[in-house]
């Protein structure tokens, strides 16, 4: 069955602490992958996006993803982040054929000042 | 450009009592989709729309959950009856191409 697993149910981190979001999809075919970003009362909005091409991926807000075939992987990254980067995060797939999204679980990240 | 539209944002229902949520794409966007959310999960499909006719609906619970979308612009999701385990935000998205999809704001329905 088509599944994707996010690791981190909950992550705490200090701004300016660097982040890595685990992320693995079961499909070993063609795949697009996405992150979407949920702010505290807002809507799910794209961050990043990779069909194909560079495997490393950058989308907004100082995002990168890297896209690990071999692994299935698509984990998510940043730098340094920001109180402001407090959100939920959803990593989800879209197998070849289907439109459908498939989502993780997602990951509450909460950023201290 | 203005984003998906989804009314009404929060419904309380009592068991057993039916529910209707209501959607509009982003204009010009053949495909529509619902999902469900329950706390502490990811978003999960229910039906997905091409224009006005149905492209998968196998995760749609048939015996109570009807959607439509007439002329192929905006969607109505429907349960009927509800039960307990039907309390979640109920996703709208559209997608105009590239697999891309744009989400509303959702609407949290709580079942008692």
């Known amino acids: 069955a088509q599944s994707v697993s996010q690791h981190n149910h909950h992550v705490i981190l200090s701004e300016a602490a660097s982040l890595e979001l685990g992320c693995n999809y079961s499909y070993g075919g063609t795949v697009n992958l996405f992150w979407y970003v949920q702010y505290p009362g807002q809507h799910l909005q794209l961050l990043l996006k990779y069909f194909s091409g560079d495997p490393l991926v950058k989308g907004i807000k100082g995002f990168e993803a890297e896209f690990i075939k071999s692994k299935f992987s698509f984990n998510l990254r940043k730098p340094s982040v920001q109180w402001s980067d407090t959100a939920e995060y959803f990593c989800a797939v879209n197998y070849y054929g289907f439109q459908k999204l498939v989502f993780g679980t997602g990951t509450r990240l909460l950023v201290s000042p | 450009e203005a984003g998906v539209a989804q009314s009404p944002r929060y419904k309380i229902i009592e068991k057993r009592q039916s529910v209707a949520f209501w959607c509009n794409p982003i204009s010009g966007h053949a495909t529509l989709y619902w999902y469900q959310q329950i706390l502490g999960q990811g978003p999960k499909l229910l039906i997905q729309f091409q224009n006005n006719g149905v492209v998968d609906d196998s995760q749609l619970p048939k015996d109570r959950f009807s959607a439509e979308r007439l002329k192929g612009v905006d969607s109505t999701l429907k349960i009927q009856p509800a039960k307990l385990e039907d309390s979640a935000v109920y996703l709208c998205?559209?997608?105009?191409?590239?697999?891309?999809?744009?989400f509303g704001a959702g609407t949290r329905l709580s079942v008692l």
């Open positions: 998205a559209s997608g105009g191409g590239k697999n891309i999809q744009y």
